[in-house]
């Protein structure tokens, strides 16, 4: 059974960090690369940040560019989301997805909120 689960959303300050982690079983893991995306109230789903299935390569949306690192330990089946320099524009659930060929499967999302 594949299942994805998102952990480490909050209420955070302006200006806070978080870290996200999506822990993954039930495929290949260390064989799909991993996707953070996001949605914000009312507005569609964006992709944050993607990382290769070795972790060599990454990539980000502009608006978190320089803010956020994507990561991966392949031995623990995880993939994380450092947030650095949150903003409240920063608000969204957060969804992790696994793509891998045809196959795609995504988390339930975890809640990360920036506000005074």
């Known amino acids: 059974q594949v299942q994805l689960v998102e952990s480490g959303g909050d209420l955070v300050q302006p200006g806070g960090s978080l870290r996200l982690s999506c822990a993954a079983s039930?495929?290949?893991?260390?064989?799909?690369?991993m996707n953070w995306y996001r949605q914000a109230p009312g507005k569609e789903r964006e992709l944050v940040a993607g990382?290769?299935?070795?972790?060599?390569?990454?990539n980000y949306a502009d608006s978190v560019k320089g803010r956020f690192t994507i990561s991966r330990d392949n031995a623990k089946n995880t993939v994380y989301l450092q947030m650095n320099s949150l903003k409240p524009e920063d608000t969204a659930v957060y969804y992790c997805?696994?793509?891998?060929?045809?196959?795609?499967?995504w988390g339930r999302g975890t809640q990360v909120t920036v506000s005074s």
């Open positions: 997805k696994a793509r891998g060929g045809a196959r795609e499967y």
């Open positions: 039930g495929f290949p893991f260390s064989a799909y690369a």
């Open positions: 990382i290769s299935s070795s972790g060599r390569n990454t």
